[in-house]
């Protein structure tokens, strides 16, 4: 396992549209390059189990989103998945990518889903200055607003006593949430919960979970154009999921099933909400096993 700081000794804070993010890269900068986005509450630090492997096929790009881990926690944003999208995008840009492919969970689902449809909807032809997609591959996530389950806890963060509840949460609750989405047979270890909730407390972090949490009525706003672009993706697009999660799981393959033409999915039906950190080593055979299928 990459401890926290040793991940966070091998990244680095940087300016992206105003705002202090921690980037992390590695990997051979001739090879394809793969950009990972992290889910809700967590950060890139998810990523760690699949980083070796992952670097040995691609340059593998990723970063806390605002909000997030090691990244700025500004209490006045908006926390718009449009504006992460954005910070992506400038990013990518800064370092002269052309072209990338996407690996993301959960929330990160939701910014893949963003920057796959103004992809969509330049139909490919994008500005010559903005680099094009050329796959993605989902794990969990709520994709669908309609069979997207959340947790007690999330609910409450959406009330308008949301800014009372982030002020409550402690260890011991987050790692009792942590152990309900996880797979029965792969519950989290001490290291995973003790890293996670280290991530979530940083930069005062609790602060803005009832902001960040915010992006659940984005989705129901922007349904048709963030469902849209899977359906009318011109890149190939993949779906992993832990059929055992009870926020995303098996409900919503059946749902995926429904709405997306010859969908390419692959059911891990022993993991939970979090299989990147669950299995990493599986997750990262069916990811590359993917990778052959675009080549």
């Not at 680099?131 to 947790?151: A, M, Q, Y």
Request: glycine share 6%; net charge neutral; charged share 20%.
């Amino acid at each position: 396992m990459i401890t926290l700081n040793e991940w966070k000794e091998q990244g680095q804070l940087e300016t992206i549209n105003d705002q202090q993010i921690f980037t992390r890269q590695g990997g051979d900068k001739n090879s394809p390059v793969l950009l990972l986005i992290h889910g809700y509450p967590s950060a890139s630090w998810d990523w760690e189990g699949m980083w070796k492997a992952l670097t040995e096929c691609y340059y593998v790009i990723t970063l806390d989103m605002l909000g997030f881990g090691l990244s700025a926690k500004p209490k006045n944003a908006r926390y718009l998945i449009t504006e992460q999208a954005d910070i992506f995008q400038s990013y990518l840009k800064k370092l002269n990518v052309s072209r990338y492919h996407i690996l993301a969970h959960d929330y990160g689902d939701t910014v893949a889903q963003e920057m796959l449809a103004r992809q969509v909807g330049s139909n490919g032809s994008a500005d010559q200055d903005k680099p094009r997609i050329d796959s993605v591959c989902f794990l969990n996530g709520g994709l669908f607003p309609e069979t997207h389950k959340p947790l007690l806890i999330q609910k409450l963060l959406l009330s308008p006593l949301g800014f009372i509840v982030s002020k409550l949460i402690n260890k011991q609750k987050f790692e009792k949430n942590l152990q309900h989405i996880f797979g029965p047979a792969t519950q989290p270890t001490h290291d995973v919960v003790d890293t996670l909730w280290q991530l979530l407390t940083h930069n005062n972090g609790l602060a803005v979970m009832h902001k960040l949490i915010n992006y659940i009525p984005q989705r129901n706003q922007h349904r048709e154009r963030w469902v849209g672009s899977i359906i009318n993706s011109n890149v190939p697009v993949k779906l992993i999921n832990g059929t055992k999660d009870p926020i995303s799981g098996q409900h919503m393959v059946n749902r995926y099933r429904e709405l997306i033409p010859n969908a390419d999915i692959t059911e891990m039906p022993t993991l939970g909400h979090y299989p990147q950190i669950e299995d990493a080593e599986a997750i990262c055979a069916v990811y590359l096993q993917f990778r052959e299928t675009i080549r």
